[in-house]
C-alpha cells in the first residue's frame, strides 16, 4: 500500500495573515504544474473551503479535531488524497490558537497528526528583525511541529524584504519561500461572516486566476513542492467501507437544497448519504415551483438573510415544502434551513414571510447570536438520533428567535457548549422534521447518514403502503358498484 501523500499545511500567526490567499494561489499553480491537487480546510468552515474548491475543481474536505477523531481525520486524508499529486490544507486562525491553554484543536495538532511540514504565512507589516523572533519562538514553542518554509506577506519593498528574509533565514535555519507584496486590490468582499461565497462572487474564477499570478510571481513554487514530497509516509489503513442499503427496498431518493441561498454542505455529508445507496437530487429554493418526489429533504445552511425576498417570492415552492412536511416528509435542516423553515424572518424593518412550517419567528441581528463550537445531548425523540445521543458541531448564526409557539418539548437536544434556539436547547422537532442550529459533521457524526436514510426508507415503505391501500380500496369500490364487470 502506497501511503506517500506530497502535503503541506499553509498556517499563520494569526487570522487574517494571508494563508487563503496563498493556498488558493498554490493550489490552482500546483495543478496546472503537475496535476491533480486536493485541498482541505483545518476547522468547520465553509465559505474558504469554497474557495478551495473553486480553485482545485474539485471538493475541498474539512479536517476538524474537534468534530472529527484523529483516527477519523487520517481516514478521510487517506481516502480523499490517494490518487492525488499532492495536498493542500489550509489552517485557521493562529498556528497554535486551539480551544483552550493546551492548544487543543490547533493548526499545531492537525499538522503533527498528518505529519505535514508546514508553510507559515507572516505578515511583514511594520516589524523587521520582530518576525524572526516570532518565526523562532513557533519552533521552540513546540518542536514536534515541522516549519519547513516561511512566505512573507505584506513586504513593503525590496529593502523591506531582504531585511526579512535575512533575519529569518539567518536566526530560524528555515527558508522563506516566498514574499508577497502589499496587494492593493481587493477582489475577496468581506461581509458579517467572513468571504463573500463562491456561488455569490460576480468574477470568482478570475479572482482565482488572480492568485495563481501572485504565486508565480512571488512564490518559489519548486522548494513549495519539493517541502510537500519530503513529508514521510502516513502509516495508515484505511477504515472499512461503509454499509450500503439492502437491495430489498428502493433506492432512497433524496432532495438536497442547494442555490446561492443554501450552500453550506460539507462534501462528506452528501458523499455519505450516497455510499448508503441514496440518489440526491438538487432542489433550488429560489427557482423551482415545485418538489421531485422525494423520500426526504436536506436544508443546510447559508444566507437566506440575503435572499428572503426571493424567498418569499416564491410561494409555490413554499406551499410545495409545507405540505410535504404536514404530508410526513422526512426532513432534516441546519442553521439557514432552520430559518427557512420558519414562519418569518424579519431584517432589519422588512419581515419576510417563510416555509411556515415551524410556527417559529426569527430576526437577524447585527452582531453572532450563536459562534463556535456545539456540544449536544439528544434528551427527546426526534426523527433522526436515538435518546441519549451525544453530538458535536459548530454554530454561526445571526438570527435569534423572537417567538416560539410550540411546546418546549418540542426541542430534542440539550446544550452542552454553544447557544442553540432557545433556553440553551436546540433541534426543533415537528412531524419527520428536525431543524437545528448547529452543523454537523458526517464523519464525526455517523449517526446522522444512518439516521437520514433509515427515515427515508421507511418514508418510502409508508407511502408505499398507503399507495397499495388506495388501490385495493379503489378495487373494493369498483366491485361492489359493478364497475368494470360489465354490468349496466
Not at 432534516?332 to 431584517?347: D, H, N, P, Q, T
Not at 391501500?469 to 359493478?482: A, E, M, P, V
Request: net charge neutral.
Amino acid at each position: 500500500m502506497d501511503n506517500t501523500r506530497p502535503r503541506v499545511v499553509v498556517a499563520g500567526l494569526r487570522g487574517g495573515s494571508g494563508k487563503t490567499t496563498l493556498a488558493l494561489g498554490l493550489i490552482a499553480a500546483w495543478q496546472q504544474r503537475e496535476g491533480e491537487v486536493v485541498p482541505f480546510k483545518k476547522g468547520p468552515d465553509y465559505i474558504d473551503a469554497g474557495w478551495l474548491a473553486l480553485a482545485a475543481g474539485q471538493p475541498c474536505y474539512n479536517l476538524d479535531p474537534y468534530m472529527m477523531s484523529g483516527e477519523q481525520i487520517l481516514d478521510s486524508f487517506w481516502q480523499h488524497s490517494q490518487r492525488a499529486r499532492g495536498a493542500v490544507i489550509e489552517g485557521n486562525r493562529g498556528l497554535f490558537d486551539g480551544m483552550d491553554a493546551e492548544g487543543t484543536c490547533s493548526t499545531a495538532e492537525l499538522a503533527k497528526l498528518l505529519r505535514a511540514p508546514v508553510l507559515l504565512v507572516v505578515d511583514g507589516s511594520m516589524v523587521t528583525r520582530t518576525a524572526a523572533a516570532s518565526v523562532l519562538g513557533c519552533q521552540h514553542f513546540d518542536p514536534e511541529v515541522s516549519i519547513q518554509g516561511v512566505v512573507l506577506n505584506r513586504v513593503a519593498g525590496p529593502r523591506h524584504e531582504k531585511m526579512l528574509r535575512t533575519s529569518i533565514e539567518r536566526y530560524c535555519q528555515v527558508p522563506v519561500v516566498g514574499a508577497i507584496p502589499k496587494l492593493k486590490e481587493d477582489d475577496f468582499p468581506e461581509r458579517h461572516m467572513g468571504l463573500v461565497t463562491v456561488e455569490e462572487h460576480p468574477e470568482a474564477r478570475k479572482a482565482i486566476l488572480a492568485r495563481i499570478q501572485i504565486v508565480e510571481q512571488y512564490l518559489d513554487l519548486d522548494k513549495v513542492i519539493a517541502i510537500a514530497n519530503q513529508a514521510p509516509p502516513l502509516n495508515w489503513k484505511p477504515a472499512y467501507p461503509t454499509k450500503r442499503v439492502s437491495k430489498a427496498y428502493r433506492q432512497p431518493v433524496i432532495g438536497v437544497v442547494k442555490d446561492s441561498a443554501f450552500q453550506f454542505y460539507y462534501p462528506e455529508n452528501l458523499e455519505e448519504l450516497e455510499k448508503r445507496g441514496a440518489r440526491l437530487v438538487t432542489v433550488n429554493s429560489l427557482q423551482d415551483k415545485t418538489l421531485p418526489a422525494l423520500d426526504a429533504i436536506y436544508i443546510g445552511g447559508g444566507f437566506p438573510e440575503t435572499h428572503a425576498e426571493q424567498l418569499a417570492a416564491n410561494d409555490q415552492l413554499r406551499h410545495a415544502l409545507r405540505s410535504a412536511i404536514e404530508a410526513g416528509l422526512p426532513v432534516y435542516a441546519e442553521c439557514g434551513g432552520l430559518m427557512y423553515l420558519g414562519r418569518s424572518l424579519k431584517i432589519k424593518s422588512n419581515t419576510y414571510p417563510m416555509v411556515q412550517a415551524l410556527p417559529v419567528d426569527f430576526q437577524l441581528e447585527k452582531k453572532p447570536q450563536g459562534h463556535g463550537y456545539t456540544g449536544l445531548e439528544v434528551v427527546q425523540a426526534n426523527p433522526f438520533y436515538p435518546v441519549g445521543t451525544t453530538l458535536k458541531g459548530h454554530e454561526f448564526h445571526y438570527s435569534r428567535v423572537t417567538r416560539f409557539d410550540l411546546n418546549p418539548t418540542s426541542l430534542a437536544f440539550v446544550m452542552r457548549r454553544g447557544t442553540g434556539i432557545l433556553d440553551g436547547k436546540d433541534g426543533v422537532c415537528y412531524k419527520n422534521m428536525l431543524a437545528t442550529y448547529s452543523h454537523v459533521h458526517a464523519t464525526g457524526t455517523p449517526g446522522w447518514a444512518e439516521g437520514l436514510i433509515r427515515k427515508a426508507l421507511a418514508h418510502q415503505r409508508e407511502v408505499k403502503d398507503d399507495s397499495e391501500k388506495k388501490i385495493k380500496d379503489l378495487d373494493s369500490r369498483k366491485t361492489n358498484t359493478g364497475v368494470g364487470d360489465g354490468v349496466r
